[in-house]
């Protein structure tokens, strides 16, 4: 799902953009500050890697397959990175500072952490799910599924519309469970981290990636939720741990093979400036 993302000098310019808000703690920003750079080590790690080791075939490597796909997702992300310090940020932080403080003490310290990385992963569940669910929220999510190939690049690839709104979403959750703003981060550093990954086309060997499905979102599982059919696109929802599919019986049967058509049923790609203006536009 739609996240904020602060590689290098963004992260930067965030540190600046929220030095301006009170009562940021050093620890927020020392966190901000290593969000970034990690973030940017794990997407250039999986970019190399899914490229040596490929799961599914690249389609091809040029025009509409190649760099003008790269460029596609590549500009949705920089909107995202230009509107991050400026909006998502600062309404997680003043969420963070509004929020009902009912919280008892026992909660807190790391199993605190765990609990609210628990409580967001279920909630970012439901909201993908209504992403899905309300056409509203689908014009925008929708950019995001018509991409018609995964890797890395897939999972910065997000409608800043979408990114507004589920910063919107997430402030309510911050302001009625009061949610710390270090658990914010962390939250974001694990979504960005499993979203590279289950987006790329990193072939794993299959038992390490059953292994790790039990406990997280794998390409295997994620791949399925772009499958160019609306059943298995309506499916797995799931955005860091992998037990919510199951729970709440919205888990596909269908196992992914290297040939299955990625994007949306019945829809093409659309250039850059289209993915743009495409939530807006009357629909008939
Ligand atoms: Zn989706």
């Given amino acids: 799902m739609a996240e904020s993302f602060l590689p290098g000098e963004a992260a930067l310019g965030a540190r600046r953009a929220i030095d301006h808000i009170s009562g940021v703690t050093d620890a927020v920003q020392t966190l901000l500050a290593y969000k970034g750079a990690a973030i940017a080590v794990w997407l250039l790690l999986l970019f190399v890697l899914e490229r040596a080791l490929p799961s599914a075939p690249r389609p091809g490597s040029d025009g509409a397959w190649g760099w003008r796909r790269l460029a596609r997702n590549g500009g949705l992300w920089l909107a995202n990175i230009g509107l991050s310090p400026l909006v998502v940020l600062p ?15 026992w909660w807190s310290g790391w199993p605190g952490t765990l609990i609210d990385l628990l409580i967001l992963d279920f909630l970012i569940y439901w909201w993908h799910r209504a992403n899905h669910v309300f056409p509203l929220l689908w014009r925008f999510h929708e950019i995001h599924h018509l991409d018609r190939f995964l890797d890395t690049t897939s999972a910065v690839r997000f409608h800043f519309g979408e990114v507004v709104l589920s910063a919107l979403a997430r402030a309510g959750a911050i302001l009625l469970l ?5 658990s914010i981060l962390v939250f974001e550093v694990l979504v960005l981290t499993g979203a590279l990954f289950h987006h790329s086309n990193l072939r794993l060997p299959p038992k390490v990636e059953r292994t790790l499905a039990r406990i997280v ?24 741990f992998s037990f919510w599919d199951p729970l ?37």
């Fill in 178 to 182: 009061g949610i710390p703003i270090e």
């Fill in 217 to 240: 979102i794998t390409p295997s599982i994620h791949w399925v939720h772009h499958h160019a059919v609306r059943a298995d696109t309506d499916s797995n929802y799931g955005t860091f």
């Fill in 91 to 105: 309404i997680s932080i003043w969420a963070s500072q509004h929020a009902l403080a009912w919280r008892p003490g």
């Fill in 248 to 284: 709440f019986g919205s888990r596909s049967r269908t196992s992914r093979t290297a040939e299955m058509p990625i994007g949306v049923e019945g829809l093409g790609e659309r250039p850059f400036p289209a993915l743009l203006v495409r939530p807006f536009l009357v629909r008939r």
